[in-house]
């Protein structure tokens, strides 16, 4: 059974920095691309990021180039990202999902961890 | 980027229904769209991927179709469990993007 586990989500002021991680078990993680999708409270999905297989590409949506970082550990399954220079618009539950890269859609998604921005 | 519009943005129907959600892009790009169901508090749920390939575990009762630019998610025979928010999802192209989403609600 996969599991998508996501954490690191709280409270961070503008400005702040947070670092979000997920793990994956149950999946052969080292094989696919991983994404991070967020969802601002009562709103629709947003994509943010995506990384492949082995780190080589990354992409952003626009509304967080240069101010967020994915990475990812495959000796650990674990996804991470990196939020920095936060805006009371980045307020919102972060869901780590697999796939998005390789003409793949999100085949399993976590729970979802919030981060809420405000002073 | 490629936009992607859902139609409606919600509607009411009744246990039974046969019912069907439009999402048309601003482009076309084949037949890379998955659909996703979530539920209040919860993730999304991958149904069907490729426009039409119903994901493993995923009730028959429903369907996906089109390219091109215009694709449309059918359930057949709505279930209490099927009152939810679909989003569609185009996976062709960075950056990758969602329709608003169909919010079905229970007449």
């Known amino acids: 059974e996969v599991q998508v586990l996501e954490s690191g989500g709280g409270l961070a002021q503008p400005g702040g920095s947070l670092r979000l991680s997920c793990a994956v078990s149950?999946?052969?993680?080292?094989?696919?691309?991983m994404t991070w999708v967020r969802q601002a409270p009562g709103k629709g999905l947003e994509w943010v990021s995506t990384?492949?297989?082995?780190?080589?590409?990354?992409w952003y949506a626009d509304s967080v180039k240069g101010r967020f970082t994915i990475s990812r550990d495959n000796s650990k399954k674990t996804l991470y990202l990196q939020l920095n220079s936060l805006r009371a618009e980045d307020t919102a539950v972060y869901f780590c999902?697999?796939?998005?890269?390789?003409?793949?859609?999100?085949?399993?998604w976590g729970q979802g961890t919030l981060v809420t921005v405000s002073s | 980027a490629i936009w992607m519009t859902q139609s409606p943005s919600s509607f009411s129907a009744s246990t039974g229904d046969r019912v069907t959600i439009t999402c048309r892009a601003s482009?076309?790009?084949?037949?890379?769209l998955a659909w996703y169901q979530q539920k209040p508090g919860k993730a999304p749920k991958l149904l069907i991927s490729?426009?039409?390939t119903l994901q493993t575990g995923v009730p028959s009762r429903f369907s996906g179709s089109g390219s091109g630019t215009d694709f449309t998610l059918t359930i057949n025979g709505l279930q209490s469990e099927d009152f939810a928010t679909y989003y569609c999802?185009?996976?062709?192209?960075?950056?990758?993007?969602f329709g608003g989403g169909t919010k079905v609600e229970i007449k």
């Open positions: 999902a697999t796939g998005g890269g390789n003409f793949r859609p999100f085949d399993y």
């Open positions: 149950g999946f052969t993680f080292d094989n696919y691309a």
């Open positions: 990384i492949s297989d082995t780190s080589v590409k990354t």
């Open positions: 482009q076309g790009f084949s037949s890379y």
């Open positions: 490729a426009a039409s």
């Open positions: 999802q185009q996976y062709y192209a960075y950056p990758l993007t």
